[in-house]
């Protein structure tokens, strides 16, 4: 069956620390992907997504993802983390020619300390 | 921005109970769904519905049924409520249906 690692499940890191979070799927069609952020207390929301054109896309508060489909990967990455990025945060992935569900990951917890 | 709201922040049933929870979005999506959230599971879909009085089972509908009578609501119904149905429960809508999702709050259910 299709899924969606994050093999990550807890990262703690201090403030500056650079954030690399790792999400792979396994299917080999045309994916839309997507990252979800929850903050403590709010809501799912969206960080970024992709759907085609530059595999690099920029989100919201200064995350960015990668979508490299030799390694079915869609990494996040924040080049300097705030405490205010302490959330789970949710990979989750379409399959377009398929089921055309949203499939989360089981989610990272991200930790940062003052 | 779009809003999706649900009931309750917080309820907790007995055994046995029939539940209702209830998902309104104000954006006149077509496509509404309903999650499960537990720890180390991520989300997992329960149902969802492409349009008014349509459903569709998602991965894990043992136990729940749907009701969509206008667009702007869709309840997800516990017939009789069960301690493994303790969870955190979202609900989200989209336009198009690949395309992103927009969450309610969510419902943190407790069944004793």
């Known amino acids: 069956a299709q899924s969606v690692s994050q093999h990550n499940h807890h990262v703690i890191l201090s403030e500056a620390a650079s954030l690399e979070l790792g999400c792979n799927y396994s299917y080999g069609g045309t994916v839309n992907l997507f990252w979800y952020v929850q903050y403590p207390g709010q809501h799912l929301q969206l960080l970024l997504k992709?759907?085609?054109?530059?595999?690099l896309v920029k989100g919201i508060k200064g995350f960015e993802a990668e979508f490299i489909k030799s390694k079915f990967s869609f990494n996040l990455r924040k080049p300097s983390v705030q405490w205010s990025d302490t959330a789970e945060y949710f990979c989750a992935v379409i399959l377009m020619d398929s089921s055309y569900k949203l499939i989360f990951g089981s989610g990272t917890r991200l930790l940062v300390r003052p | 921005d779009v809003k999706v709201t649900q009931s309750s922040r917080y309820l907790v049933k007995r055994t046995g109970e029939k539940v209702f929870l209830e998902c309104v979005q104000d954006?006149?999506?077509?496509?509404m769904f309903w999650y499960r959230q537990d720890p180390g599971l991520g989300l997992r879909l329960i149902y969802f519905?492409?349009?008014?009085?349509?459903?569709e089972k998602g991965d894990i509908p043992e136990g729940y049924s749907v009701s969509r009578e206008k667009k702007e609501r869709f309840s997800l119904i516990l017939e009789s409520a069960s301690t493994n149905q303790t969870s955190m429960y979202l609900c989200?809508?989209?336009?198009?249906?690949?395309?992103?999702?927009?969450f309610g709050p969510g419902t943190r259910l407790t069944v004793l």
């Open positions: 992709y759907f085609s054109g530059d595999p």
């Open positions: 954006m006149d999506h077509e496509n």
């Open positions: 989200a809508s989209t336009g198009g249906y690949t395309d992103t999702q927009y």
């Open positions: 519905s492409y349009d008014v009085k349509m459903k």
